[in-house]
């Protein structure tokens, strides 16, 4: 009988052939990949009209000048004349949105608990400038009567600002759907549609946003959707990302990853995907990202940003 089995000479010949084919088609699927005409995403109207790069965002209003997320910030951002006010926002027990960063009042009032045991008429009758300190170090807010207020009364005192509007994903799970439904009521009561952006870190729930807007709503892309941006940037695969969110807030590093790099930034907005960056609270970054090209700066002190940009 005949043995069947190949020859050694002919594996050593067959296994270089292979490893060619191969290293062709991984090269073949890169050039395709690598030249595929990319699909941008939208440009809503919250992103237009825009004179100024990188935008101005003050981060809870500017909480390093005043008490976060109160109407005092929200005043002293508008007056120093910010592109866009940042703020968080958490359900009271009895379904108002409020803008308060954590889910308990400890950090920033001379309360105690969760914001979504207390409804607004309780969370209301805190101090929300007991905890603020001043650069002299001073309880500067303390006993003025700084409350912690709700969305609605936020548009009606600031109805020409643009919003970024974070919905925290430590709320409560199950009353998610409510928030987004009270959100999108707010918004189209007030005719806000073209200010604000929707933000959170959970994708899920910006997927969940977009779903009950219509997508008529710019959102800014949560954790999960960052990562599968930077793995195919990384990759030299952009191309191929199918943008379903209008923009990424992103931290300056993580881990390894410099999330600075011109070459993601511009990769981005090749895809109509502004940059926007958080927390940054020094001259020195603030230049950095100017120089690299970033759409936006999320700052503690917008104060700082704006005298940089007018310099």
Known sequence: MNNLKPSPSHLIRTKPFFWILLIIFIGIFFCIAYFLPADKGQTLPFFQNEHTKPIVIAHQGGKLLAPGNTIEAFRNAEKLGVD????????????????????????????????????????????????????????????????????????????????????????????????????????????????????????????????????????????????????????????????????FQLPLQKGKIDFTDPVLISGAQRLNLPVHYWTVNDRQTMQRLIDAGADGIITDRPDLLLKLLDN
């Open 84 to 247: 866009v006010i940042e703020m968080d926002i958490h359900i009271t027990r009895d379904g108002h949105l409020v803008t308060i960063h954590d889910p308990t009042v400890d950090a920033t009032t001379d309360g105690r608990g969760q914001v979504a045991d207390y409804t607004l008429e309780e969370l209301q009758r805190l101090d929300a400038g007991y905890t603020f300190k001043n650069a002299e170090r001073e309880y500067s807010f303390r006993g003025k009567g700084v409350y912690i207020p709700t969305l609605e009364e936020v548009f009606q005192r600031f109805p020409h600002m643009k919003m970024n509007i974070e919905i925290k994903d430590d709320n409560p799970p199950e009353r998610l759907d409510e928030i987004i439904r009270n959100l999108l009521g707010l918004i189209k009561e007030y005719d806000m549609e073209n200010n604000v952006l929707i933000a959170s870190f959970d994708q899920s729930i910006i997927d969940r946003f977009t779903l009950a807007s219509g997508g008529r709503i710019a959102v800014q892309a949560g954790t999960q959707e960052v990562k599968k941006f930077v793995i195919l940037h990384k990759l030299l695969l952009r191309n191929l990302y199918k943008p379903k969110v209008h923009g």
